[in-house]
């Protein structure tokens, strides 16, 4: 199988530690997590991870169920670029004289959808969000203009065919109890089990 960029969601309920948890999970599989994304979700008390990883789909199947054995995790699941719509958010610092004296750099701002969110004397930080190819053209192109700094969000994805994880959870509570009822053998008999 061949190795290929998948995002990972994550439902889980906000619990210290358990970021280091699921890191220690990728990193005993020697798996970098090339994007990482932290934030409630629909669901008040309810956390979503968006983790973006290269891999094969045999070892992430592994890897998703290892993750959904974790107590404190509702839900876990993981899905193709083609299955999620995505973005990145990225900032842009840019000397002023640069942009100032070049119309070149203006057009090219309009054409990536930048905006400009701080104008100093000294530099202009521009904010602009896409895929990661978008936000990397930009970067090359702004470049040669003296770019100052950089810098990336983690993914945000929401699944296409998803109706989200709010009505996961209905359908769930909404299953109908087995008529089956078990019934534990050992229940009332305590006095004959917990003796010395």
Do not use: C, W
């Given at each position: 199988?061949?190795?290929?960029?998948?995002?990972?969601?994550?439902?889980?309920?906000?619990?210290?530690?358990?970021?280091?948890?699921?890191?220690?999970?990728?990193?005993?599989?020697?798996?970098?997590?090339?994007?990482?994304?932290?934030?409630?979700?629909?669901?008040e008390?309810?956390?979503?991870?968006?983790?973006?990883?290269?891999?094969?789909?045999?070892?992430?199947?592994?890897?998703?169920?290892?993750?959904?054995?974790?107590?404190?995790?509702?839900?876990?699941?993981?899905?193709?670029?083609?299955?999620?719509?995505?973005?990145?958010?990225?900032?842009?610092?840019?000397?002023?004289?640069?942009?100032?004296?070049?119309?070149?750099?203006?057009?090219?701002?309009?054409?990536?959808?930048?905006r400009?969110?701080?104008?100093r004397k000294?530099?202009?930080?521009?904010?602009?969000?896409?895929?990661?190819?978008?936000?990397?053209?930009?970067?090359?192109?702004?470049?040669?203009?003296?770019?100052?700094?950089?810098?990336?969000?983690?993914?945000?994805?929401?699944?296409?065919?998803?109706?989200?994880?709010?009505?996961?959870?209905?359908?769930?509570?909404?299953?109908?109890?087995?008529?089956?009822?078990?019934?534990?053998?050992?229940?009332?008999?305590?006095?004959?089990?917990?003796?010395?």
């Amino acid at each position: 199988m061949e190795k290929q960029e998948y995002t990972i969601t994550v439902y889980t309920e906000n619990q210290v530690g358990l970021l280091n948890r699921i890191a220690i999970m990728f990193s005993r599989r020697k798996i970098n997590i090339e994007s990482l994304n932290t934030s409630p979700s629909e669901i008040e008390g309810i956390h979503r991870f968006t983790i973006v990883v290269n891999e094969t789909e045999d070892v992430l199947r592994k890897l998703v169920r290892q993750i959904e054995k974790q107590v404190d995790i509702l839900k876990a699941e993981y899905s193709t670029n083609d299955e999620v719509i995505y973005q990145e958010l990225a900032l842009y610092k840019v000397p002023t004289d640069a942009i100032a004296e070049k119309a070149k750099v203006e057009r090219l701002l309009r054409e990536y959808g930048a905006r400009a969110i701080v104008i100093r004397k000294d530099y202009i930080v521009f904010e602009t969000s896409g895929t990661r190819e978008e936000i990397n053209r930009l970067v090359t192109a702004l470049e040669p203009y003296g770019l100052m700094e950089f810098v990336r969000s983690g993914r945000v994805a929401i699944i296409k065919a998803s109706m989200g994880f709010h009505e996961k959870l209905k359908e769930f509570e909404q299953k109908e109890r087995s008529e089956e009822v078990a019934e534990n053998e050992y229940l009332g008999q305590q006095d004959h089990v917990f003796t010395m």
